[in-house]
């Protein structure tokens, strides 16, 4: 198997692997010679320098690698190349193994606004908006008007926030909708757009599915993954809390509907946007790759979906049918970033100098660094997942803080103190968090006790060390006092 | 070992926090660092500092704080009088000073002119494109007002302004690119700020 990822993904991959049997080749750029990923597999081949564009982006070199390695598969992550038809399409062509869904599947859900037309097809609600691109001015005036301000304005080959503008007025759309074409032909190679009316009060809602080639399908529920910030996720947690039993059950429906109209196989997710106010779901897009977040559904429902991902690729039928899937407890997932959170989440670079895990019941740790690593500004700054899960989401979120109490990464910054600030916030607490809480999200100052502690450890340091200096001296001085006695007679 | 107390002036971020130590006279193990009472803003706890591990010969490390019944993990770096503890995920600049020390200092850059106070230097935190700069030179601007917004790894990060005062000098124009650690701007602290 050639894994064609770095980081954590890449360890992930390495160790269903392992637990299939299967030869694990591991890939690196200059920046990641010595990465975990590396060290984990049974053999690794450099791809090219440090930039992901001549690295881990380069596919006639990452397929080169994979024939010299003698691999059979090729299992691409999440990110880089793993929503990349094009990419999916070589590999099979070269008589690889794809380990994701067939490239047609690919292509019909990477385009949002042909997945927008397969899930009103198949009567999947909607967020309210076009299903067709906007070609002009004039024509997306049109639309604007019928779908109401304010109104996202999206990129067809987009997704995950991506190419996506809020708009709140007419004249804001005046402005902004042919540089919007522009930039947004500019970044995919493809300038279509589309209006959707702009959700204020929204959760995000997620189902992951799993598809064999024998037309097998099932869903493994739902996870809630509303605390964002860039329209990227920081925590993640199942069951999402505030939904109710029917619709978790038409959401997984609605998800398997989609999968089968596109043709779909491996695992893949389904994401929903939830109003709040009005208590519907929309569908969104497709993700079709593993999720960044999927341990917590393998904490949940305990079925380990890369390895199943490994075994559909190969053509294993699912041995477990719907009814045999049955989520237990809750489980949270803390995506531990080398990013600042009083700098506006600023990445942030260096050498992990001390890094310790926590661990005990309900805790899991996917980490793509080790002590003494190095974190480079080349690639996403995910360090670790810390997925925690209980019998209840109160019993969860215990464990978490524990957990995140025992956490220690020294050299960067990271989102730990967020996690545990956002554990003590009661949007939180009651579930009712929507995606704009990380915006409102209030930084906590030091309480005085706090500040106590941290003087008084401060003060004990230099104190400490200043004793041991006089006394380092003193005995220096002994000891030549010593040496002259022996020296003089 | 000496009995004297010693009294310490820690800046944290903009508090100043003042910390007497006296050395405990119970009987306490070497290998677990001696004990202490401490007066931290006239409160008074036992404390007690140990390393837990041994390897690193210089001061920063991962301690264990026992502050009367509660211990707690710290990480502890130090270099002079400037420290850094990492404290429930994040990372406190702190500096100690013997009180004595800071005092006279103090004095001393009372009498300084007004125009002598440190000013604030916005740096770029990693290597990118200036996209925005929001600020022009002389404005005032209030703590986490949007300075500069440099692009990196595909992501804009808004470098926002630390404290309140008046943006002094803005070295980078939209487009440039620039790298780790270089200037941005700077602040000038408002009266009656920052001190």
Request: glycine share 8%.
């Amino acid at each position: 198997m050639l894994i064609a990822n770095r980081g954590e993904i890449a360890v992930r991959v390495i160790r269903a692997c392992r637990a299939l049997g299967l030869r694990a080749v591991a890939i690196y750029s200059d920046a990641d010679r010595d990465a975990l990923h590396v060290r984990l597999a049974d053999e690794a081949h450099r791809v090219g320098p440090a930039p992901a564009s001549e690295s881990y982006l380069n596919a006639p070199k990452i397929l080169e690698i994979a024939h010299e390695a003698g691999c059979e598969a090729v299992h691409p992550g999440y990110g880089f190349l793993a929503e990349s038809a094009e990419f999916a399409r070589l590999v099979e062509r070269q008589g690889l193994l794809w380990v994701g869904p067939p490239p047609e599947a690919m292509e019909l859900v990477g385009d949002k606004l042909a997945a927008r037309r397969t899930a009103q097809r198949e009567g999947v609600p909607t967020v309210p908006g076009v299903y067709e691109p906007l070609r002009t001015l004039e024509e997306a005036r049109e639309a604007a008007q019928e779908v109401g301000y304010p109104l996202l304005l999206k990129a067809a080959a987009g997704g995950g926030g991506k190419g996506m503008r809020l708009v709140s007025d007419e004249q804001e759309l005046k402005n902004s909708f042919a540089r919007a074409v522009s930039e947004v032909e500019q970044a995919f190679g493809d300038p279509s757009v589309y209006v959707e009316r702009y959700v204020p009060k929204a959760k995000h809602i997620e189902v992951q599915i799993l598809a064999d080639h024998h037309g097998n399908a099932v869903h493994l529920y739902e996870r809630e993954c509303s605390v964002q910030r860039r329209y990227q996720k920081l925590i993640e947690e199942t069951p999402a809390p505030l939904l109710s039993p029917k619709q978790r059950e038409e959401m997984g429906q609605a998800a398997l509907a989609i999968a089968r109209a596109v043709g779909y196989r491996n695992a893949g997710t389904v994401e929903f946007l939830y109003d709040v106010e009005r208590k519907e779901f929309y569908f969104l897009e497709v993700n079709a790759r593993i999720q960044v977040e999927h341990p917590i559904t393998e904490m949940a429902t305990g079925i380990d979906l890369v390895q199943w991902q490994l075994r559909i690729a190969r053509g294993e039928p699912l041995d477990f049918a719907q009814p045999d899937v049955r989520p237990r407890g809750a489980a949270i997932e803390f995506r531990i970033y080398a990013e600042d959170p009083d700098q506006n989440f600023l990445p942030s670079t260096g050498r992990i100098r001390e890094l310790l895990w926590p661990s005990g019941p309900g805790i899991r740790v996917d980490a793509g660094v080790e002590r003494g690593d190095r974190v480079s500004p080349y690639y996403d700054p995910l360090l670790a997942k810390l997925i925690v899960g209980g019998e209840s989401r109160e019993e969860a979120i215990e464990r978490a803080r524990r957990a995140l109490e025992e956490t220690i990464v020294v050299g960067v910054a990271t989102t730990v103190a967020f996690h545990r600030e956002t554990l003590e916030d009661e949007r939180f607490l009651q579930g009712s968090y929507t995606t704009d809480f990380v915006a409102t999200l209030k930084p906590q100052g030091l309480s005085p006790q706090e500040r106590a502690l941290l003087a008084a450890a401060a003060a004990l340091a230099y104190e400490q060390e200043r004793r041991a200096l006089r006394e380092a001296l003193q005995s220096s001085a002994k000891a030549q006092e010593a040496l002259w006695k022996w020296a003089s007679p | 070992m000496t009995q004297e107390k010693s009294r310490y002036t820690v800046r944290i971020r903009d508090d100043l926090v003042e910390v007497e130590l006296l050395p405990d006279s119970s009987p306490s193990r070497p290998e677990e660092g001696s004990g202490f009472r401490a007066l931290v803003n006239g409160e008074e706890f036992a404390v007690r500092l140990t390393k837990r591990k041994r390897e690193d010969s210089r001061g920063r490390g991962l301690y264990t704080l026992a502050l009367d019944d509660r211990s707690v993990t710290l990480w502890i770096e130090g270099r002079g009088r400037r420290y850094e503890v990492l404290w429930h995920g994040r990372s406190f600049p702190l500096t100690v000073e013997p009180a004595r020390t800071f005092a006279l200092r103090e004095r001393f850059r009372g009498r300084e002119a007004a125009s002598d106070r440190e000013v604030e230097e916005i740096r770029a935190v990693m290597p990118g494109l200036v996209v925005q700069v929001e600020v022009q030179e002389g404005q005032r601007v209030q703590p986490g007002d949007g300075l500069v917004v440099i692009s990196a790894m595909k992501m804009e990060n808004e470098i926002r302004a630390p404290r309140a005062g008046m943006v002094e000098r803005v070295t980078v124009r939209e487009g440039q690119e620039v790298r780790k650690g270089e200037l941005l701007c700077v602040i000038r602290p408002e009266e009656g700020e920052g001190r």
